[in-house]
């Protein structure tokens, strides 16, 4: 369930975001956590196999980008005072989570910066942070300062998303990308990017606006928005990964796992069937003899002409979407100011 996304903007910040405020904002809400060991033994225990890698990991460099458009939605929908700094949280507790659980899934041996956690504790003990993370931000909505019927509204967008980004996990994992047809690819990898990254970024703007108490036509706005603007970054992160020498072992990783990407779709759509199944054949014998650079070299020569323009089309056209539904404010103004900030970073 996982996105990769630079986030290098201005604009409105949450109470808590940026490299280690995350996991500032873990160690601090840790001693208040009821029902733990009472004994000093247990707590031992506890810190060294689950808050001590769970604070490690998340201290590790991050631009809080699901964080920033909690802001801005809570903002942009009528926000007043100051945003909850839980509420901006919640989101990147889930994305944690998710990043532990695909690295799993992944094989992965590296994340933001140092070893995959499962490398470093065993997948056994990551998993249970994992899923600890997985449950933790639900028991934290009901401590948000805002009315009974937002708090349930929050915890039922919660609830939607983990079920729609497991859904969409099981599309990514179910089969490798040569054991389908081209025209099955640009589907698959649509419907899994909206699924997984789509719908993690909607939660980030649905609970700004509903924390904001904005209109159901406003939630909903702010969702497809958020929707909108998660494929668009996958789009981005599956297509830089290949196209940028810098991120070519996410690429390598994609191959590997044969991983239906936006790469495949651009392939797909872009070749003849008889040219995208060669295609397809020859990155499979390649990967099997540990020769993934040489697929990445051949699909990278099919997709170098529209490169990363379908991806930049669609952060536009997410952007003109929320235009065209809010009035001019600056709440709007530091939103797209962002956006035209994280589509630049990634180059």
């Not at 873990?26 to 009821?34: D, E, K, N, T, W």
């Not at 497991?166 to 099955?184: F, K, M, N, T, Y």
């Not at 690429?251 to 790469?263: H, K, V």
């Amino acid at each position: 369930m996982k996105s990769r996304v630079v986030h290098k903007g201005g604009g409105n910040r949450p109470a808590a975001q940026g490299p280690g405020d995350l996991a500032d904002f873990v160690a601090r809400r840790l001693p208040s956590i009821g029902g733990g060991p009472a004994t000093a033994a247990g707590e031992a225990l506890l810190q060294h196999s689950l808050y001590g890698p769970l604070l490690e990991f998340l201290a590790r460099p991050s631009k809080g980008l699901r964080a920033q458009l909690v802001c801005h939605a809570w903002r942009l929908c009528g926000g007043h005072g100051e945003l909850p700094g839980t509420l901006a949280m919640l989101p990147e507790l889930l994305h944690g989570a998710s990043l532990i659980v695909d690295d799993i899934q992944d094989g992965a041996d590296c994340r933001r910066g140092g070893p995959a956690l499962h490398r470093v504790i065993g997948v056994g003990p990551a998993l249970n942070v994992a899923n600890w993370l997985y449950f933790w931000p639900q028991a934290l909505v009901d401590e948000l300062p805002l009315s009974a019927a937002r708090r349930r509204r929050c915890t039922q967008l919660i609830t939607n998303t983990l079920l729609d980004c497991h859904r969409g996990q099981a599309l990514d994992l179910g089969v490798a990308v040569w054991d389908l047809s081209p025209e099955q690819v640009p589907v698959l990898v649509h419907e899994q990017s909206r699924l997984k990254t789509g719908r993690l970024t909607a939660l980030c703007t649905g609970l700004g606006a509903v924390a904001a108490g904005a209109r159901p036509a406003q939630v909903d706005a702010m969702l497809a928005f958020g929707e909108r603007v998660g494929i668009a970054l996958q789009m981005l992160d599956d297509l830089t990964a290949l196209l940028v020498p810098a991120r070519q072992a996410k690429a390598g990783e994609d191959l590997r796992s044969g991983r239906s990407t936006w790469a495949w779709a651009l392939a797909a759509q872009g070749c003849t069937g008889e040219r995208y199944r060669a295609l397809a054949r020859y990155a499979r014998v390649a990967v099997r003899r540990g020769q993934w650079q040489a697929a990445a070299r051949v699909l990278r020569g099919v997709i170098k002409a529209p490169g990363c323009r379908p991806a930049q089309q669609a952060l536009a056209a997410a952007a003109e979407q929320v235009r065209g539904q809010f009035p001019a404010s600056p709440a709007l103004a530091a939103l797209l100011h962002d956006l035209a900030s994280l589509e630049r970073a990634y180059g």
